[in-house]
Nanobody, 123 residues
Framework: QVQLEESGGGSVQSGGSLRLSCAASEHTFSNLFMGWFRQAPGKEREGVAVIKSTGTTIYADSVKGRFTISQANAKRTLYLQMSSLKPEDTAMYYC?????????????????WGQGTQVTVSS
């Protein structure tokens, strides 16, 4: 069982930056993927960025070059540095962990989820 807790959301103007954090209760499982997902009102949850246990990162096309995912503290803290934010980045952002098979950015492939943190970008 992995418990996840996000923090760092907030409101920012277009072009601004935010850093999200996710504290994991443990990271002792082998080959564990951790990632950030988001869900805007009326839309399906989508993958934003994922990091493998090897350190390899995967990004959604919509955030490449603007967002950076990283880990620290023996991989028990997950970060998402978001820059050049756009109004379309407004969503609830979730931290997740699991062992995806069909696709690393597919929300349905993840077993553990945090409660989410809201990010609002105004134009």
């Amino acid at each position: 069982q992995v418990q996840l807790e996000e923090s760092g959301g907030g409101s920012v103007q277009s072009g601004g930056s935010l850093r999200l954090s996710c504290a994991a209760s443990e990271h002792t499982f082998s080959n564990l993927f951790m990632g950030w997902f988001r869900q805007a009102p009326g839309k399906e949850r989508e993958g934003v960025a994922v990091i493998k246990s090897t350190g390899t990162t995967i990004y959604a096309d919509s955030v490449k070059g603007r967002f950076t995912i990283s880990q620290a503290n023996a991989k028990r803290t997950l970060y998402l540095q978001m820059s050049s934010l756009k109004p379309e980045d407004t969503a609830m952002y979730y931290c997740a962990a699991g062992w995806p098979v069909k696709g690393a950015l597919l929300p349905s492939e993840y077993n553990y989820w945090g409660q989410g943190t809201q990010v609002t970008v105004s134009s």
